[in-house]
């Protein structure tokens, strides 16, 4: 693939997001080299687009989250 179809796959991407009709769902980040002992990192995204809505950090207490 080439700079200029790669362009235009970025082009068609962003439209695709602008007429999306959003069903987001909760992700938990996974993979990274240094990870958070005392909770995670949740992101709220959309499902058919990849757009990021939100995200917050869902802290462990004990045995489960707070």
Not at 22 to 45: A, D, L, P, S
């Amino acid at each position: 693939m080439n700079n200029f179809q790669a362009y235009i796959r970025v082009i068609k991407d962003r439209i695709a997001g602008l007429f999306c009709k959003h069903k987001y769902v909760e992700m938990v980040e996974i993979g990274t080299r240094f990870q958070c002992i005392n909770g995670e990192r949740v992101f709220i995204i959309c499902e058919k687009c990849g757009k990021v809505k939100d995200s917050y950090f869902r802290e462990y207490e004990g045995m489960g989250y707070k």
